[in-house]
């Protein structure tokens, strides 16, 4: 993303690389200095689809330098919980606006989208 290389690893759910910036042990945690997402290997399904996009998330807003518009826009003591529920958003959200634009604009909504995910990767 954004010429950051990221790296998606599948690990035990009990592994230290689940606890997040708070001390808690979680499904899934994002790295930005080692540029990791860590994901649970007992992840499957829905959930697995739901959490790996809150994670992008994170990485989206490291790569593009997304986080101090962030933390520009809360309290400090706001930053985690913002940056989360951006994320949230994200992976709750995400699908069904892109859907929306489906039913909107049908084929050529789902063809924007394509070039622009391209351009992430790329």
């Known amino acids: 993303m954004n010429g950051y290389l990221w790296r998606v690893y599948f690990v035990d ?3 230290d690389l689940l606890v997040d910036r708070t001390g808690t042990l979680t499904l899934a945690t994002t790295d930005p200095t080692t540029y990791c997402v860590y994901l649970s290997d007992q992840l ?3 959930k697995l689809h739901t959490v790996l996009i809150h994670e992008l ?3 989206t807003m490291v790569s593009f330098h997304l986080l101090d518009e962030i933390h ?3 309290k400090p003591k ?3 919980e913002a940056e989360e529920a951006v994320c949230n958003f994200i992976a709750n959200y995400g699908l069904m606006i892109f859907r929306t634009a ?3 604009l049908g084929e ?3 063809g924007y989208v394509t070039k622009e995910l391209e351009r992430f990767v790329a």
């Open 13 to 15: 759910p009990d592994s």
């Open 44 to 46: 499957e399904g829905r």
């Open 57 to 59: 998330g994170h990485c």
């Open 72 to 74: 520009r826009m809360v």
């Open 78 to 80: 706001y930053w985690i």
């Open 102 to 104: 489906y039913d909107i």
């Open 108 to 110: 050529s909504a789902w």
